[in-house]
């Protein structure tokens, strides 16, 4: 399992491996100490229980999408078909719009699933199956203020 823990101090995201033997990472960029406590489930992949960072067991579930190159995919398209439809092709200009918005879809049909600590915001990417929820605002807001009240930041 891929780890990426969030330094509670200065946000920054820190790659961890799932079978880390260390007991703390040390944040590269503002230098403090982050204890880690993983899991057997964690290390083993078998799935994500426990977030190593804060101790938190509620998380929730999205696509690993990065919304950059969705939107890439759609402003070459976009361009590209404005082109041919200059030039008086506004069928093949419409075509290869629909191309664009289909190479979209499978490309995020096809994303895996990463698993995000409420608290910290750690991520997760594994093999194992998905088995936290979608995201609830409610439920963001009420642990987001308790682990910001825990380590002091309000
Ligand atoms: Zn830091
Ligand atoms: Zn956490």
Redesign the pocket.
Known sequence: MQILA?CPKCDAGLPVRGDEQAAAIRCGRCGRDIPLKISDAVRSDRKVDR?P????ADFYGRKDFDPKVGLTVVIIGAIVSGAFYWFGRDLVAYGILAGAVLVDLVVYGRLKDLTV??????EFRGACARSAPAFDLHTADVLEQE?ERRIGRR
Do not use: I, N
């Not at 600590?117 to 750690?122: F, K, L």
């Open positions: 969030r977030c960072v804060c101790d938190g600590c409420y608290r910290c915001h750690t682990y």
